[in-house]
């Protein structure tokens, strides 16, 4: 059952955590204007701007729902020697997140998504970004150097993995062996082609999409797809989800699973118990955009303020609410996510 004070009392415990956020990061960049006429040169609208702003994604952007939740956050990442790679790190640097590990990686770009927006539609999208690029040797070297180094530090960590090429099977186990080994909390946002990758972690978080299509890619790629007895890939109906969680948190060897489903919801998985339905707390959903790094934030950060699992797995349900009705890759506060409980 819900109560807003052991809530609070967790929640209040946030800002004394320290988390370490390992990942893919992106810059955003967001150009609002308005349309009023149709280009002569082609049939395409022509929008006339009107602000222009930049804001943290992918693993960033999970760096600053930590911080924004209270907590001191570390953030280990490449990007490149441009001028995206600069501006990302001032915008981080005005959240207040730890960029001296962003390693400078010169033979890559730094991941930038152009967004162009007009009366609140999304026109287009222009992507610049290299992933077929392996992680250098010694930028490797650097990373694993750094994590482990400062590992006793940190109160948790997360791996956003947003298949972008920095999460690579040797950097999880490496990572994954010094968690377990120094009993530190590590929880996953993964990314489909690397569920493989993932095995006995804290807990990861998927959508549902995502946890259709890794079950699809498991079966593809499995040396044995029999030890995953799931039926289909389409989870339509909560047995479906029911099946394919157990499934997944047993062959993954999970400490826990949790499955984001929108509208519907979340559904957690612990070794061992009754699934757990958790019905959405969104008031009204603007933008999607954000909502995984805001559910992974606060779940993580619950757990290492001493919350079971499905006390995380509720908090952070209601920082996805909160989220989902801002622009972009939004964060929310500890403050934020408060009167969210009480209000409900």
């Known amino acids: 059952m819900y109560s807003l004070a052991s809530y609070s009392k967790i929640i209040e415990k946030f800002k004394k955590k320290n988390i370490l956020v390992i990942g893919d990061v992106i810059l955003d960049q967001y150009i609002q204007g308005s349309v009023s006429r149709i280009s002569p040169e082609a049939p395409v609208p022509v929008v006339v701007e009107q602000n222009r702003f930049y804001t943290p994604g992918g693993a960033a952007n999970v760096a600053q729902n930590l911080k924004a939740l209270?907590?001191?956050?570390?953030?280990?990442?490449?990007?490149?020697d441009d001028l995206e790679g600069r501006i990302l790190k001032e915008e981080l640097k005005k959240k207040g997140v730890?960029?001296?590990?962003?390693?400078?990686?010169?033979?890559?770009?730094?991941?930038?998504?152009?967004?162009?927006?007009?009366?609140?539609?999304?026109?287009?999208?222009?992507?610049?970004?290299?992933?077929?690029?392996?992680?250098?040797?010694?930028?490797?070297?650097?990373?694993?150097?750094?994590i482990k180094k400062h590992i006793l530090?940190?109160?948790?960590?997360?791996?956003?993995?947003?298949?972008?090429?920095?999460?690579?099977?040797?950097?999880?186990?490496?990572?994954?062996?010094?968690?377990?080994?120094?009993?530190?909390?590590?929880?996953?946002?993964?990314?489909?082609?690397?569920?493989?990758?993932?095995?006995?972690?804290?807990?990861?978080?998927?959508?549902?999409?995502?946890?259709?299509?890794?079950?699809?890619?498991?079966?593809?790629?499995?040396?044995?797809?029999?030890?995953?007895?799931?039926?289909?890939?389409?989870?339509?109906?909560?047995?479906?989800?029911?099946?394919?969680?157990?499934?997944?948190?047993?062959?993954?060897?999970?400490?826990?699973?949790?499955i984001t489903l929108g509208e519907r919801g979340m559904r957690l998985f612990e070794r061992g118990q009754t699934p757990v339905h958790i019905s959405t707390k969104a008031k009204e959903v603007y933008d999607v955009t954000g909502a995984g790094d805001a559910v992974i934030s606060a779940f993580t950060l619950s757990l290492t303020a001493g919350a079971n699992k499905q006390q995380a797995?509720?908090?952070?349900?209601?920082?996805?609410?909160?989220?989902?009705?801002?622009?972009?890759?939004?964060?929310?506060?500890?403050?934020?996510?408060?009167?969210?409980?009480?209000?409900y």
């Open 70 to 80: 209270g907590a001191e956050v570390v953030l280990v990442s490449r990007i490149g």
């Open 98 to 146: 730890v960029i001296e590990s962003l390693f400078v990686d010169k033979n890559l770009p730094t991941i930038t998504k152009v967004r162009v927006l007009a009366q609140h539609q999304q026109i287009v999208r222009i992507d610049r970004e290299k992933t077929d690029e392996l992680v250098d040797k010694k930028l490797f070297e650097k990373i694993c150097q750094f």
């Open 153 to 258: 530090e940190f109160d948790g960590i997360i791996i956003s993995d947003y298949g972008k090429g920095l999460i690579t099977p040797e950097l999880v186990n490496f990572v994954c062996s010094l968690a377990i080994q120094n009993k530190k909390i590590i929880t996953v946002d993964p990314k489909v082609e690397h569920f493989n990758y993932y095995r006995q972690v804290t807990s990861i978080t998927p959508n549902l999409k995502e946890a259709e299509n890794a079950i699809r890619n498991i079966k593809i790629t499995a040396h044995a797809p029999q030890e995953l007895g799931i039926r289909t890939e389409k989870l339509k109906t909560d047995d479906d989800v029911d099946l394919a969680g157990k499934e997944l948190l047993k062959y993954l060897d999970l400490e826990s699973l949790l």
């Open 313 to 343: 797995a509720e908090i952070s349900n209601f920082a996805a609410g909160v989220v989902v009705g801002k622009l972009g890759a939004a964060t929310v506060t500890a403050k934020e996510l408060v009167t969210a409980i009480k209000e």
